[in-house]
């Protein structure tokens, strides 16, 4: 009918050295989450089915329909087992139905899911994301319904609940017979178009009358002529339940487009309908009908969002509004208010776990007592943060002082939702306090939103009545009709006994998942180095014998207590004997030290600050195998590497420098290294810095040589040079710090034939000085070489780094020293000249970060822009075109296809698609290095998350395209987590960087200044000083992402923030977004050549269509006006359909 018109709007591990005892942290598998404080549950949107989610809650809650479907058993409906054997006859529409309706009742979550029912409906992902008329979808589905349950007992359960009738008769005033024509209905239209309200319009429908006279006469058959006469219709039948639809949505005949009716239209809560029907002899309450749900259709015609108001009437849930301020109304006199602890335990008890930011808690004070922290407290008590630390019996900052809560004796209060252990239970609250609200003239309404449900007031009704989110449909219930005292507040009220069962089962299942969940998310793992399988050697404890036997990996609850630890572990050392000291250590260079003992067995490990991977040494809090082990960061020890010059066996010196490793406390002398290499006396020198490629050494002074290693500021890995006193003419060092004669130094370079010539040697040694020029060098490598004499002209010397990768060329005119090439290294003769002193030597490479090319040289002048730089990178690589940001298509690789199961698991299809040949050329590590994409237009689409997700999940359908993108690195994205693709503008240039993957957690935000934030922290820069578009490739457009709106509207607390997952930007993963730095860029376009060429393109194809379609309109006669408004361009309308096999 409306097709996709309704498009939805969504505005509204610590690392583990141990090898064996090696463990992988996965992201624990997300639960639904329990139903909230109401006891009822909603239903997740599935992309576009907020319309399907509002008739569904409508029929759970209307209990007569729910019951009579309940009412139908496996005799006549077939089993869910049996959907798949082809002689059976199953109806699994209504089975999927009764078990929604049973989750809806009895499961303890959240939301319900409906993919398992719009399976049943044959429909794909197309549709689940595409929105429909809710008015649409009653009729269809009712009749969907009727078609199944054809052969049945409840065969007529539609006609029976919904059906009724309207008689419209012609009397003619001549001879006073009476023409007259029956019509069903299962639902009223009526027009809101220049009408106040419902009973206006059933008024103009059934009881004012039309009359045909003068130009206008009716053919009266028992006349035989044309005769005055009236028209009229009546309600002759009244359905039990019945379903009225407003018609909000018209046409514009002038504008030739829909728009939506927003005018004032008012409806009652009850109404009788007597007027409006046929005179019988029923009784009056008979005509009485009650309002029991109001179908909400929230935005435009051309988008929006449908939720639901519902009237409980058989008080299944909670009707009780929060009251945040209960403890706070404690408070009533000065004297409460006047104290902050009294205030602050009060906030804390009102959150969550009794946790909060330390910032919030001063803006919910401000908020409670309408004072700010400062000017009531500060001058009497200090600041906040202050206070919170003195008063640490009652409150508890975490490391970092960024959150407080309560001490555990502070946040048990009586009568909370909490066992012992920790875990919240499902509490079955009262349908509605105690009191007056227990009279049934008061009624439970709420508000069903998707997922969320919240309690609402009758009077909230009144305001639907107009505006853009408003009424759309209605439904009545004969007030006649009584429901069961057994009924009420009974969810499990005539359920089939195999759906309690089935539900009792997932319950169970929930629970024990939530609690394997709440343990995995509490669960840390500790390495536990066992004492007696240690020995004190070398400044450092060692194991005895292997890793494996010295190291235990335990996996506890963080919640515990440290006395719960060392009982554990005592238990598990069936050997040891004495007490058990538990002491942080951890594995530095010169093996394992042992830090601070655990104390406190009384407190949780968390409080403690054990962290996830804490190494912790089980010992006896004294020695190792008889030795004292020193403890502390004070006594760290240090691995350094002493130089000192070896001595022959009659104590002359050698020209050979050895360094050697030695371990040092970092509390003790410097003067230890000289003991340690028995020397009685000498000279240490500590590396200070490098200086134009040489070591530059500082001599410690005779009165420095008593202070700690830790105050000459050396760690591991530090060098330390000793030099022997009485050395004599082989001094090391001179008073400049330089390397002198008395030691042997390097006088060399090695030069390497990079040629790519035949002939000639491989390699050569060249003797060298810091002072000599490159060209030389070259020349004379050429010659020693055996090379050709014409390589003298063309060719040039370059640096080889220790990964044996070229550097840029050395310039011929400079000295070694100059262009910084230390002796003894290594250099490739390589064809090419150099590049002058006013050129660059560039390295580029085409790819992305995700997947880099092949790196590539370039020479360029300084003076050339980046523009034609970009030119002869493209022209050096091969690839024609002008320099861009974001290629016009995807280039993609076929693999082929792919024969694959829909039960199969997504990585198994990447698995698969590896083996493919193709494939092997991407050199593709395993699966979980691979990123799968839907394919649409040539362009990735939807991003297909979670490897361990069954591919018919994802509702691929049939003949899908997928995109494989290769990863550097493993990724586990989180359901909340937004892939976007950022690039950095390139100053004074229409051009970009390449794109850079960005993950966005929108659970933290979905709003543009989150993003901003997000972008900024990425790339280091002042969020202020950032601007950032989202590129829209089939438009060529940019559109800026600004917070301007969000900082506007801080101060009307009522309007929500701009969420830009919604409209107009729509995020979502893939997307590419523009970044401009304003420190160096403040051009506000954002647009490059591409974009421009691009716009130009499909101005042509515009103007093309345009004049095909003029063209046609002239060759089939169409005379309509080319000068009319036109229309405004949709997309195809697309009928909604549901699929019903033949039960007849």
């Not at 609690?515 to 404890?541: R, T």
């Not at 195998?625 to 020193?630: A, D």
């Not at 051009?1083 to 060429?1093: A, K, L, V």
Request: proline share 5%; charged share 25%.
């Amino acid at each position: 009918m409306f097709g996709d018109l309704f498009e939805e709007d969504y505005s509204s591990v610590s690392d583990n050295q141990y090898g064996k005892g090696k463990k992988l942290k996965t992201k624990p598998l997300e639960l639904p989450a329990p139903r909230e404080f109401t006891n009822l549950s909603g239903i997740r949107n599935q992309g576009g089915t907020c319309y399907l989610n509002s008739l569904l809650q409508t029929l759970h809650f209307t209990p007569e329909f729910r019951e009579a479907l309940f009412s139908l058993g496996p005799a006549e409906l077939g089993s869910l087992e049996d959907k798949d054997k082809p002689d059976a006859k199953v109806r699994i529409i209504p089975l999927q139905l009764q078990r929604l309706f049973a989750q809806l009742l009895l499961l303890d979550q959240e939301a319900a899911s409906t993919a398992d029912l719009t399976d049943s409906f044959g429909w794909t992902s197309n549709e689940e994301m595409r929105q429909h008329d809710v008015q649409e979808l009653n009729r269809i589905l009712f009749s969907a319904l009727e078609t199944s349950l054809v052969g049945t007992s409840g065969h007529d359960l539609i006609n029976r609940l919904y059906h009724g009738t309207v008689v419209n008769q012609i009397v003619c005033k001549e001879c006073k017979n009476i023409s007259e024509k029956q019509e069903d209905f299962l639902d009223l239209t009526v027009a809101v178009k220049d009408v106040s309200g419902l009973e206006d319009a059933l008024w103009s429908m059934y009881v004012e009358e039309e009359v045909f006279d003068c130009d206008n006469l009716y053919h009266c058959g028992t006349c035989d002529r044309l005769v005055t006469a009236t028209k009229s219709a009546k309600l002759r039948k009244l359905p039990p339940f019945l379903t009225v639809s407003l018609l909000r949505f018209n046409f514009d005949f002038v504008k030739c487009e829909r728009y939506k009716e927003t005018s004032c239209y008012t409806f009652p809560l009850r109404i009788n309908l007597k007027p409006f029907c046929e005179q019988s002899e029923l009784n009056d309450l008979d005509y009485v009908y009650d309002l029991f749900s109001v179908i909400i259709h929230k935005g435009g015609c051309y988008g929006g969002h449908y939720h639901v108001y519902i009237k409980d009437v058989d008080h299944l849930g909670n009707w009780q509004f929060q009251e945040p301020d209960m403890s706070l109304k404690a408070l009533q006199n000065e004297e409460d208010i006047d104290d902050p602890l009294t205030v602050l335990k009060a906030l804390l008890q009102q959150e969550e776990n009794n946790l909060i930011p330390v910032d919030q808690l001063g803006q919910k004070l401000l908020k409670k007592i309408g004072i700010s922290w400062n000017k009531k407290y500060k001058k009497q008590h200090g600041p906040l943060l202050k206070f919170l630390q003195v008063h640490s019996q009652t409150f508890l900052l975490n490391s970092d002082a960024s959150t407080v809560s309560l001490q555990k004796k502070f946040s048990l209060q009586a009568g909370s939702g909490y066992q012992s252990n920790g875990q919240q239970i499902l509490q079955m609250h009262p349908s509605k306090p105690p009191g007056s609200n227990d009279s049934p003239t008061c009624p439970h309404w709420f508000d069903i939103n998707d997922s969320k449900v919240q309690p609402i007031k009758e009077k909230d009704i009144e305001q639907q009545f107009q505006g853009k989110e408003s009424a759309y449909m209605l439904f009545y219930r004969k007030s006649q009709l009584q429901r069961p005292l057994e009924a009420r507040a009974n969810p499990r009220y005539r359920v089939p006994c195999h759906l309690l069962k089935e539900m009792d089962a997932a319950n169970m299942e929930l629970q024990m998942k939530r609690a394997e969940c709440d343990s995995a998310n509490n669960n840390i793992d500790l390495h536990l180095h066992m004492g007696p399988h240690y020995h004190f050697f070398n400044g450092a404890l060692h194991p005895v014998s292997c890793q494996t036997e010295s190291v235990w990996d335990l996996t506890f609850d963080k919640r515990k207590t440290l006395g719960d630890l060392q009982q554990s572990i005592f238990q598990l050392l069936e050997f040891w004997e004495g007490d058990i000291v538990l002491s942080v250590a951890k594995r530095v260079p010169a093996g394992l030290h042992v830090y601070q003992a655990l104390n406190g067995n009384e407190l949780t490990l968390y409080e403690v600050g054990i962290a996830d991977g804490e190494d912790i040494f089980v010992w006896n809090g004294v020695e190792v195998g008889g030795v004292q082990i020193p403890t502390g960061v004070d006594c760290e020890p240090l691995l350094l590497h002493i130089l000192h010059l070896e001595t022959s066996g009659d104590g002359q010196s050698c020209e050979q420098l050895v360094e050697a490793p030695h371990i040092f406390p970092a509390n003790a002398a410097v003067s230890t290294v000289l003991t340690a290499l028995a020397l009685p006396e000498g000279v240490i020198f500590t590396h200070s810095a490098w200086s134009a490629g040489e070591a530059s050494w500082t001599p410690i002074s005779q009165e420095d040589m008593q202070r700690t290693f830790r105050e000459h500021g050396l760690k591991d890995g530090s060098s330390v040079l000793v030099q022997d006193s009485y050395s004599g003419d082989n001094s090391v060092l001179p008073q400049g710090g330089n390397w002198i004669p008395g030691m042997r130094e390097v006088d060399w370079l090695e030069v390497k034939n990079l040629c790519q010539l035949e002939s000639g040697e491989k390699r050569v040694k060249i003797v060298a000085a810091a002072n000599t020029v490159v060209f030389d060098i070259r020349i004379k490598a050429i010659k020693e070489l055996k090379l050709m004499t014409e390589l003298v002209e063309n060719s040039c010397l370059r640096p080889i780094d220790r990964h044996g990768k070229l550097l840029h060329p050395v310039p011929d005119s400079s000295t070694l020293k100059e262009a910084e090439v230390k002796l003894g290294s290594s250099l490739g003769l390589c064809l090419g000249k150099a590049p002058t002193s006013s050129q660059l030597f560039l390295f580029f490479a085409l790819g992305s970060d995700i997947q880099p090319g092949t790196e590539m040289e370039v020479i360029v002048e300084e003076t050339l822009s980046v523009r034609d730089c970009l030119k002869i990178m493209l022209e050096k690589s091969g690839l024609p075109g002008v320099p861009g940001h974001v290629p016009a298509e995807v280039p993609l690789l076929f693999l082929g296809d792919l024969d694959i199961s829909e039960d199969a698991r997504l990585l198994d299809l990447k698995s698969q698609a590896r083996a493919l040949p193709p494939a092997s050329e991407l050199a593709v590590p395993g699966p979980a290095l691979l990123r799968a994409w839907t394919l649409e237009n040539k362009r990735p689409g939807r991003l297909l998350r979670a490897n361990r997700q069954q591919l018919k999940e994802y509702k691929l359908g049939r003949r899908a395209a997928i995109c494989l993108e290769p990863l550097q690195k493993e990724e586990h994205l989180g359901p909340q987590e937004v892939l976007l693709r950022t690039q950095m503008r390139i100053p004074g240039q229409r051009l970009y960087a390449p794109a850079v993957d960005l993950v966005w957690d929108t659970a933290r935000g979905s709003t543009a200044g989150a993003l901003r934030q997000r972008v900024a922290d990425c790339y280091a820069l002042p969020v202020e000083k950032i601007e950032i578009a989202k590129y829209f490739p089939e438009k060529f457009e940019w559109l800026p992402i600004s917070s301007w709106n969000q900082q506007v509207t801080r101060k009307k607390k009522k309007k929500k923030q701009d969420n830009l997952q919604g409209a107009p930007y729509y995020l979502k993963d893939g997307d590419t977004i523009g970044i401009k730095n304003l420190l160096v860029d403040d051009n506000e376009d954002f647009s490059t050549i591409r974009d421009d060429i691009g716009k130009e393109n499909l101005k042509q194809q515009a103007l093309g269509k345009r004049l095909s379609r003029e063209a046609l309109r002239a060759q089939s006669g169409d005379m309509l006006s080319s000068s009319g408004t036109p229309a405004r361009p949709r997309g195809p309308e697309a009928a909604l359909s549901i699929h019903v096999g033949s039960f007849r």
